[in-house]
């Protein structure tokens, strides 16, 4: 794992044709539409393959 782990997720918004992410420890980011969906689709992947590795609570 690289860096702090984060349980705050980060807010997005569109404003003049691209999209901002604000998320905690400072991150932001200005992106396109296109790489937007495509960083979210990415997001999705990944965050399902993390949640099915999580130790399981018997």
Same mark, same amino acid.
């Given at each position: 794992?690289?860096?702090?782990?984060?349980?705050?997720?980060?807010?997005?918004?569109?404003? $003049?044709?691209?999209?901002?992410?604000?998320?905690? $420890?400072?991150?932001?980011?200005?992106?396109?539409? $296109?790489?937007?969906?495509?960083?979210?689709?990415?997001?999705?992947?990944?965050?399902?393959?993390?949640?099915?590795? $999580?130790?399981?609570?018997?």
């Amino acid at each position: 794992m690289a860096g702090k782990l984060i349980h705050v997720p980060a807010r997005a918004e569109a404003a $003049e044709g691209m999209v901002l992410v604000d998320g905690p $420890e400072g991150v932001a980011l200005s992106l396109t539409p $296109e790489a937007a969906r495509r960083s979210a689709r990415r997001l999705r992947t990944a965050a399902r393959a993390a949640r099915a590795s $999580e130790p399981r609570a018997d």
